[in-house]
């Protein structure tokens, strides 16, 4: 059964740095891409990175110079450094498997605000 842990969230100045965690079991975890998403108030959840098996990682644009994904296999955990955070990076952020093992389950996600 998969279980999800993110924390690292906070309250945050523009242009300032955060490094979110998630630690995730119930599955052979360096066996599975891991994804971070994102979801502000009033909209959708989008996809911000992702970190294959391999160590290639994606990043939507928008974020792309600002953020790095990385993983620490042995420790079940994916990390996200976030730098020069912009107000518009407001949101839960998430992370999950890839593909999603369970197509329903989200962790609690953690609470990233960025403002002055």
């Known amino acids: 059964q998969v279980h999800i842990v993110e924390s690292g969230g906070g309250l945050v100045q523009p242009g300032g740095s955060l490094r979110l965690s998630c630690a995730a079991y119930g599955f052979t975890f360096s066996s599975y891409a891991m994804k971070w998403y994102r979801q502000a108030p009033g909209k959708e959840r989008e996809l911000v990175s992702t970190i294959t098996s391999f160590d290639t990682t994606y990043y939507t644009d928008s974020v792309k110079g600002r953020f790095t994904i990385s993983r620490d296999n042995a420790k079940n955990t994916v990390y996200l450094q976030m730098n020069s955070l912009k107000p518009d990076d407001t949101a839960v952020y998430y992370c999950?498997?890839?593909?999603?093992?369970?197509?329903?389950?989200w962790g609690q996600g953690t609470q990233v605000t960025v403002s002055s």
């Open positions: 999950n498997t890839a593909p999603r093992i369970d197509p329903t389950y």
